[in-house]
């Protein structure tokens, strides 16, 4: 079964230009796909119909195999989880421990399970030493977590993760991305929203290039940061690595261990 | 231009030091990265740097600052406004004018400086970070690198000898990124200016500055140019610090004796190879 499937959806704001221009897309279980291209191509705009925020003007939308459309936000937030940029907007309770026990008591899951939930979870998440702690206190990396952990004690199959990133340092970022590869060791299937062109090498199967409202690339990191005219159109950077192995006139590559291994191949 | 001094710093509601001894100089025309973990003390060093620390946030504050030859502790911050601009991560929290022409005379009026050296001022400010067509724009309609341009245009516009940037382009894309940074390497190579920038990054700083400042815990760790202080990857790793992918390619090559030297940008690597 397919986690998602986007079967050419339009979608425009009333009485302005449309935001998505007929988009088809098809993610697999377990996959982790990256979502790259400029402010306003219209990514974000794409990762709010998987969980209903917004309804397409035409098109299809199938999560886990059922049209979306006879789903409430409710129930599909169960199955997509969605983590956005800034975590203050997604905190408001007291304690770092009811703010993830939130989701979990609207399941209308028992006492001891949802405690159960929430420690894993917060043990997961590092946060476990600041269960009873105000979550406002927390630093700007801890607040991402705690937002991470909310979306995740719902164990959603698939998570959305809208640069999940932006104005973290490199600390923070690396724990967060240790918890996001964690999951999907767990199966999760994850689509992530990033303008950093280093994590998409890093960590993703796939990726795919969105531009002006359509998709304009598809393929591995490799094929697609080799691709200097699709780059071009999206006004992409090709990551270091991937420009030096082209150089070089060595096979491309966008990882720092395969070039090493090729150049000292070479050598 | 710069010379810091056994600078200790403590702020009221906090029990701990933020900055525990900071000795640093920076010349006149150098462009100087600072680099860091969360915490480490970079926002609150630059907050020394235009009087602010102490003047206006009080704490416990010893050593000395002392800025173009004057001492922080003995003049109004309003003194270093003519000689340090100030930027912040968040370009809106510093736009607040109707028009862009407008943001940009309020400093230098403020100062009672003539109309006619005002209206070359902001002639001069929009041409170096290439927005004359936006004079008569609204702010809040300009995207995020545009936005964050005129932040810097209107503190070029009181005619710093200083450019003090924290983290100016962490909350904007790709695009707006490279135009703020090229408006930097601008100011630094055409204009002679001394800038100070926050950047967590490697690959920006690899390229734009001549001095690179790791701090850690309240103090400066390393410095030294790009080249010395990215060949400590080590050390850099266990700050949570990644050296650009091409410094680290070239780290492991030079490590394994297959070439000489660690490269700061792709250029330089494919020279190493020649």
Same mark, same amino acid.
């Given at each position: 079964?397919?986690?998602?499937?986007?079967?050419?959806?339009?979608?425009?704001?009333?009485?302005?230009?449309?935001?998505?221009?007929?988009?088809?897309?098809?993610?697999?279980?377990?996959?982790?796909?990256?979502?790259?291209?400029?402010?306003?191509?219209?990514?974000?705009?794409?990762?709010?119909?998987?969980?209903?925020?917004?309804?397409?003007?035409?098109?299809? =939308?199938?999560?886990?195999?059922?049209? &979306? !459309?006879?789903?409430?936000?409710?129930? $599909? %937030?169960?199955?997509? @989880?969605?983590?956005?940029?800034?975590?203050?907007?997604?905190?408001?309770?007291?304690?770092?421990?009811?703010?993830?026990?939130?989701?979990?008591?609207?399941?209308?899951?028992?006492?001891?399970?949802?405690?159960?939930?929430?420690?894993? =979870?917060?043990?997961?998440?590092?946060? &476990? !030493?600041?269960?009873?702690?105000?979550? $406002? %206190?927390?630093?700007? @990396?801890?607040?991402?977590?705690?937002?991470?952990?909310?979306?995740?004690?719902?164990?959603?199959?698939?998570?959305?993760?809208?640069?999940?990133?932006?104005?973290?340092?490199?600390?923070?970022?690396?724990?967060?991305?240790?918890?996001?590869?964690?999951?999907?060791?767990?199966?999760?299937?994850?689509?992530?929203?990033?303008?950093?062109?280093?994590?998409?090498?890093?960590?993703?199967?796939?990726?795919?290039?969105?531009?002006?409202?359509?998709?304009?690339?598809?393929?591995?990191?490799?094929?697609?940061?080799?691709?200097?005219?699709?780059?071009?159109?999206?006004?992409?950077?090709?990551?270091?690595?991937?420009?030096?192995?082209?150089?070089?006139?060595?096979?491309?590559?966008?990882?720092?261990?395969?070039?090493?291994?090729?150049?000292?191949?070479?050598? | 231009?710069?010379?810091?001094?056994?600078?200790?710093?403590?702020?009221?509601?906090?029990?701990?030091?933020?900055?525990?001894?900071?000795?640093?100089?920076?010349?006149?025309?150098?462009?100087?990265?600072?680099?860091?973990?969360?915490?480490?003390?970079?926002?609150?060093?630059?907050?020394?740097?235009?009087?602010?620390?102490?003047?206006?946030?009080?704490?416990?504050?010893?050593?000395?600052?002392?800025?173009?030859?004057?001492?922080?502790?003995?003049?109004?911050?309003?003194?270093?406004?003519?000689?340090?601009?100030?930027?912040?991560?968040?370009?809106?929290?510093?736009?607040?004018?109707?028009?862009?022409?407008?943001?940009?005379?309020?400093?230098?009026?403020?100062?009672?400086?003539?109309?006619?050296?005002?209206?070359?001022?902001?002639?001069?400010?929009?041409?170096?970070?290439?927005?004359?067509?936006?004079?008569?724009?609204?702010?809040?309609?300009?995207?995020?690198?545009?936005?964050?341009?005129?932040?810097?245009?209107?503190?070029?516009?009181?005619?710093?000898?200083?450019?003090?940037?924290?983290?100016?382009?962490?909350?904007?894309?790709?695009?707006?990124?490279?135009?703020?940074?090229?408006?930097?390497?601008?100011?630094?190579?055409?204009?002679?200016?001394?800038?100070?920038?926050?950047?967590?990054?490697?690959?920006?700083?690899?390229?734009?500055?001549?001095?690179?400042?790791?701090?850690?815990?309240?103090?400066?760790?390393?410095?030294?140019?790009?080249?010395?202080?990215?060949?400590?990857?080590?050390?850099?790793?266990?700050?949570?610090?990644?050296?650009?992918?091409?410094?680290?390619?070239?780290?492991?090559?030079?490590?394994?004796?297959?070439?000489?030297?660690?490269?700061?940008?792709?250029?330089?690597?494919?020279?190493?190879?020649?």
């Amino acid at each position: 079964m397919k986690a998602i499937e986007i079967d050419d959806i339009h979608f425009a704001y009333p009485e302005s230009d449309e935001i998505l221009n007929g988009v088809s897309l098809d993610v697999k279980k377990g996959e982790f796909v990256s979502l790259v291209g400029q402010n306003g191509s219209g990514k974000t705009t794409l990762a709010k119909h998987f969980n209903g925020l917004l309804r397409p003007n035409k098109g299809k =939308v199938i999560i886990l195999g059922e049209d &979306s !459309k006879n789903f409430s936000i409710a129930e $599909l %937030s169960r199955k997509v @989880g969605h983590l956005f940029q800034n975590p203050e907007n997604q905190i408001f309770e007291e304690t770092v421990f009811s703010e993830v026990a939130f989701g979990p008591k609207n399941l209308g899951l028992s006492e001891v399970e949802i405690k159960e939930r929430v420690d894993r =979870v917060l043990k997961i998440t590092r946060l &476990s !030493k600041y269960r009873d702690t105000h979550p $406002l %206190s927390l630093s700007g @990396g801890e607040k991402q977590r705690l937002a991470l952990a909310s979306v995740s004690v719902m164990e959603p199959q698939i998570l959305v993760l809208d640069e999940p990133t932006t104005g973290l340092d490199l600390l923070s970022i690396q724990g967060i991305l240790d918890i996001v590869k964690e999951l999907h060791n767990r199966n999760v299937t994850v689509f992530l929203i990033t303008h950093d062109m280093g994590l998409v090498s890093e960590l993703s199967e796939r990726v795919v290039v969105m531009e002006r409202g359509q998709i304009i690339g598809d393929g591995t990191p490799r094929e697609i940061f080799a691709n200097d005219e699709l780059l071009t159109r999206a006004s992409l950077e090709p990551p270091q690595i991937m420009k030096f192995s082209k150089m070089l006139g060595l096979n491309p590559e966008v990882k720092v261990d395969a070039l090493y291994k090729r150049i000292v191949e070479a050598l | 231009m710069i010379e810091i001094r056994d600078l200790h710093f403590k702020y009221h509601s906090q029990t701990d030091e933020v900055l525990k001894g900071v000795n640093l100089k920076i010349k006149k025309g150098e462009f100087v990265s600072i680099i860091g973990p969360s915490g480490c003390g970079k926002s609150t060093l630059c907050l020394t740097l235009n009087g602010i620390i102490p003047k206006t946030i009080s704490g416990q504050f010893s050593g000395d600052v002392i800025v173009d030859g004057m001492n922080t502790k003995e003049y109004e911050v309003s003194e270093f406004s003519k000689k340090v601009g100030m930027i912040l991560q968040n370009p809106e929290s510093q736009l607040f004018a109707m028009t862009v022409e407008e943001e940009l005379a309020f400093g230098p009026e403020n100062l009672a400086v003539p109309r006619e050296e005002i209206e070359d001022r902001i002639s001069w400010a929009l041409s170096i970070v290439n927005m004359e067509n936006k004079r008569d724009e609204f702010p809040g309609n300009l995207s995020g690198g545009q936005k964050q341009r005129i932040a810097i245009a209107a503190s070029l516009t009181m005619m710093p000898e200083i450019l003090v940037l924290d983290e100016p382009t962490s909350q904007l894309d790709p695009i707006g990124k490279r135009e703020v940074f090229s408006v930097l390497q601008q100011l630094h190579k055409e204009e002679k200016m001394t800038i100070v920038l926050v950047e967590h990054r490697t690959e920006p700083i690899a390229e734009l500055s001549d001095k690179v400042v790791v701090m850690d815990n309240g103090a400066i760790v390393l410095q030294g140019s790009p080249r010395v202080v990215f060949e400590k990857v080590p050390i850099l790793r266990e700050l949570g610090i990644m050296v650009p992918d091409i410094s680290y390619l070239t780290y492991l090559l030079k490590e394994g004796g297959y070439v000489k030297d660690i490269a700061l940008t792709v250029e330089e690597a494919r020279r190493l190879f020649i």
